[in-house]
């Protein structure tokens, strides 16, 4: 069953979709160009999903696309047609959603639409789709029987996301007057493949573990939040480090004693870090019900002994931040010099350096986290006055990175993955969607 949900102003109306009633529709499908967003190089499909459906005896349109990631001619030699009008599928699916005045009237459409929170920017697409009749079928709202997401985006995003800030902390370092390692790492786009990119940051981990990271700026530890696809994708890239993972309440010692030739990581989960108001007490389920009874002890005891936080849950307005900017204030205070043979070296101004918040909620888990960076400007400091600064790494504050569109910048990795669940998920017999249910054979509405 998929659950495609819509909101719209003060009215929140349901659509269920059942795919077993698809079989009856006609069998032509188009793959759309991706002109909402300049770094938008993904497709919804690979060409090992095109040849697929072309094989089951579906047409298959796609229409061209300099700058997509995967070119035009391996989609046709999957078998699919390349043509700028799309007019004769039933189906047109994309990645991101379509300008509004491309919309082709009593058509089928499948793309993130991010409007099931109300957001405002896409209230008018939601009018359009409305005005011409159009099925959406919103990736956001595919859930399987146990109200699962079956289609994300989240492994790609945690990989992406990880490249970008080891490679922010290597600019970072050199603004404060070290030379490390992670300047070898580029950001995640510059890389041909994720291979290219794991083998960058092997190459780092090899000139760490050979103890070439400057003594003066101390172990480095990373602290990885949620246990989910994003935090998960994000570990992948980590763990091609020299590296060794902790408990959360071992970081103050690690920060004392820790090996110079290694970088220390903890991942935290909910216990680690909320505790009941009235007692201290976490409880499970309680919180998954009441989440307004607990707050988080993160900013006093892991925050503290952080050099890196990468931020991966999603976050609700009734859960506890993880930082607020009262918190951000404290943690750039100046620390006490780190001792050194060499009285040269130059020290931190304060343990925290960095947070990669591949979440993205704006005034989220990271309260004075309130503008995403981008790719173009992947990265600003945020300093104790909560200014902040896109356009250098130098200064006083917190590096941050909070790009939301992060799988574009591995098109081709995150085609093939999104294409494979989409695939797995809708199946050849999606191909037959007609022109959009009507209310009384398939579309349930609930206010």
């Known amino acids: 069953m998929l659950r495609l949900v819509r909101n719209h102003s003060r009215r929140v109306k349901g659509y269920v979709c059942n795919q077993n009633r698809l079989s009856h529709c006609k069998s032509v499908m188009a793959i759309r160009r991706e002109d909402i967003n300049v770094w938008e190089r993904r497709a919804p499909l690979a060409p090992q999903h ?25 989609y046709e030699k999957a078998g699919a047609i390349i043509q700028e009008d799309i007019s004769e599928a039933s189906l047109i699916i994309g990645v991101k959603r379509p300008p ?3 919309i082709i009237p009593g058509k089928t459409y499948a793309f993130f639409s991010h409007t099931i929170k109300a957001q405002e920017a896409n209230m008018g697409l939601l009018d359009e789709l409305l005005k011409k009749e159009v099925r959406l079928v919103d990736y956001e709202k595919m859930v399987d029987e146990n109200g699962y997401r079956i ?21 970072r370092f050199l603004a404060l007057g070290h030379h490390t390692p992670f300047m070898h790492i580029g950001m995640a786009h510059n890389y041909r493949n994720v291979s290219q990119a794991i083998q960058a940051v092997r190459d780092c981990g090899y000139e760490i573990s050979l103890g070439l990271m400057p003594k003066s700026i101390g172990p480095l530890t990373f602290v ?21 993972y902790v408990e959360p309440n071992e970081l103050k010692q690690v920060c004392k004693s820790g090996d110079l030739t290694k970088v220390y990581g903890t991942v935290i989960s909910r216990r680690h870090h909320l505790i009941r108001k009235s007692d201290g007490v976490y409880d499970p389920f309680e919180y998954e019900h009441h989440p307004e009874r607990y707050t988080s002890h993160f900013r006093t005891t892991i925050a503290p002994y952080t050099t890196c936080l990468i931020n991966g849950i999603y976050w609700d307005p009734h859960t506890p931040r993880l930082l607020r900017r009262l918190d951000a204030q404290k943690l750039i205070r100046p620390t006490k010099s780190v001792s050194a043979v060499n009285e040269s070296w130059l020290t931190l101004p304060h343990k925290f350096l960095a947070i990669c918040d591949i979440s993205a909620d704006t005034g989220g888990s990271i ?3 309130t503008e995403c960076t981008t790719i173009e400007k992947p990265f600003c400091m ?30 081709i990795e ?11 998920t ?18 349930h509405k609930s206010d």
């Open 50 to 74: 095109v040849k697929e459906i072309t094989a089951a005896g579906h047409k298959v349109l796609v229409q061209p696309s300099n700058r997509r990631a995967i070119h035009n001619r391996f």
């Open 100 to 102: 509004e005045e491309k």
């Open 151 to 171: 289609v994300a985006f989240g492994q790609w995003a945690g990989v992406a996301g990880m490249i970008n800030i080891l490679h922010g902390l290597g600019l």
């Open 224 to 244: 990885f939040t949620g246990t989910g696809n994003v935090s998960n994708g994000a570990q992948d890239i980590f763990n091609e480090l020299p590296c060794e």
């Open 367 to 369: 309260e004075f986290m």
């Open 382 to 411: 945020y300093d104790a006055n909560q200014h902040i600064d896109h356009d250098s790494v130098e200064g006083n504050g917190i590096l941050m990175c909070s790009i939301d569109n992060l799988p574009a910048q591995l098109p």
């Open 414 to 424: 995150a085609t093939e993955y999104f294409g494979t669940a989409c695939f797995l």
């Open 426 to 443: 809708f199946g050849k017999s999606s191909v037959r969607c007609n022109k959009p249910l009507d209310e009384e054979n398939s579309l």
